[in-house]
Nanobody, 119 residues
């Protein structure tokens, strides 16, 4: 069974920073693209950032220049460094990964971690 477990969420003030981590565990062949999504109350889940296995990142316009995604393939982990946080960044943040097991690739999700930014 494959699991994604996020950590690092919390309550911070506007302008401060947080780093989220996500660890993948279980039996699988390879992890391809990894990503962070977020969902605010009453809103849809949106992509925040994604990173390919080779390390090529993409960001939502709303976080460009403030957030940075990275990964450690040896440790099966992905990170999200969030700087200059704004109240609008308040949401549950979810880790997502495309994981290849034998010949089939599937998308997996973590349980989410709450990020709250106060003004």
């Amino acid at each position: 069974q494959v699991q994604l477990v996020e950590s690092g969420g919390g309550l911070v003030q506007a302008g401060q920073s947080l780093t989220l981590s996500c660890a993948a565990s279980g039996s699988f062949f390879r992890i391809d693209t990894m990503a962070w999504y977020r969902q605010a109350p009453g809103k849809q889940r949106d992509l925040v950032a994604r990173i390919t296995r080779g390390g090529n990142p993409n960001y939502a316009d709303s976080v460009k220049g403030r957030f940075s995604i990275s990964r450690d393939n040896a440790k099966n982990m992905v990170y999200l460094q969030m700087n200059d946080l704004e109240p609008e960044d308040t949401a549950v943040y979810y880790c997502n990964a495309d994981i290849l097991k034998l010949t089939r690739a599937s998308a997996y999700w973590g349980q989410g971690t709450q990020v709250t930014v106060s003004s």
